[in-house]
């Protein structure tokens, strides 16, 4: 009888924990998260105060006050030591970088980790936990700010979570930016690939080139409409902008705040319509161009058989590597039509005198000259996958973008690191719903496919050809892509980006055998809620 009552308890006691588990809605889920069956929650009050245990920590912990303020209206205190809430740096620990200890019971809140990225995580964690009503920008004050009583013990999956960003179709300004960022961060993703230069426009202030701004930056007119309806319609409106090295600067601070690496993207040989328009010596013809006012590709492109354009294009990369931090500095290397190299004689003589076997080889040839000049400043490569054609050195890393499995595969196989951003689960300017729901749902105009939630979710960055294999460890992570043809504004961008940044998210951070789609789409709808506080205009749900 008394083993019968036990057992009872027993079972009644789990349910209890795993439904106070269930309301715990952390996106992306943590690895391991246990509520203790009669934890009691912690309740944050104005009084209450925060320890740091570093003048390092110290920086999260001021973090996390100015985070708490807005709704709470508490001016929490940080102080040296036994906090309510207390940051605990320690570099000696056994934890992963990126890792971090959670612990919260009646009496307070313990975060460690080994670095301030791992606490700042922790942090992250802390907000999803309290009331969604955080996140409000305005004092909520009916609010009880109460903590589950949870311990979760936590650790990304990969190392490359990242968000890209097409700031060359149609652009947002630096404080803009530094609003996505801070979105990006509340999913603890880590890398912004920021697209500064495509042929509709040149986006970043390079001082020894004026005219990248004066004229790359601005375009006579926008299409209107689809690409594929013909005849084209244009806008007749003006349009431009760019950053100053300057807004830049701030960007990255910014960025570097919520642990996040800004990877700029100067694109190179192709899609440099914008760049060739300031500076028309630097094409195989010579010119005139036009900062292209419709999408697709063009088949100018710079030429790789004069070395002035390669010194002009070095000469640009001298100063984003001075500007970026990051050591990834993309280079695009996608989609560069080979017509005019075909028809040049410098780029006809360089293949000669190199001794290349085609026009695939003069690009490799390029990306290679261009790798070991970024060598030199300390910085690695990263390109599209294409730069794969022809003969590509192994220390660049690839981002692959076409296939899904193969691609990668054989990228791994020849020693590459690969970031893995493919167009079936990660190329976020697609259409949200299958094709016969887009008309129903009114989808916005978009470039076309489909790319659902679910799918996002499913994505899986160590597709099946390599799981198991010594090649996995080529495999950095994953990212989505915002291309911006058809995403003019800062909310279309919004609803384009979420919620499938928050799928994205949690298939980078969470191991796989965790992933359980039913049990994250619970998790998102209090989430949402999160987002609508912090007045996301996000894609409402089917
Ligand atoms: C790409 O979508 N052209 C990388
Ligand atoms: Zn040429």
New binding site residues.
Partial sequence: MHRLLSLILTIALTMLTSSTASEISIIPRPQKLATPAAGKPFVLQATCTISASSDSANKVAKQLANYLQPATGFQLEIVPADGDIQLILDSESQLADEAYIFAANEQGIVITAKTNAGLFYGVQTLRQLLPTEIFSANSMPNIIWEIPAVTIEDSPRFSWRGLHLDVSRHFSDAEYVKQFLDYMALHKLNKFHWHLTDDQGWRIEIKQYPKLTEISSQRKETLIGHQRSKPHKFDGKPYGGYYTQEEIKQVIAHAADLHITVIPEIEMPG?AVAALTGYPEFGCTGGPYEVWTRWGISSDVFCAGNDDTLQFVKNILDEVCALFPSTYIHI?G??CKKDKWKQCPKCQDRIQTKGLKDEHELQSWFINDIEKHLLQANKKLVG??EIREGKLSKSATV?T??GVGQHGLDAAKDGHDVIV?P?KFT?FDHYQAKNDEQTARKEPLAIGGHLTLDRVYSFDPIFPELAGTDKEKHILGGQA?L?REYIPTNEHLEYMAYPRACALAEALWLQADKKDYEQFSARLLPHLERLDQLDINYRKLD
């Fill in positions: 899609h695009g996608d989609e599209w996958e981002m973008w076409r951003a167009q190329y892509q291309w």
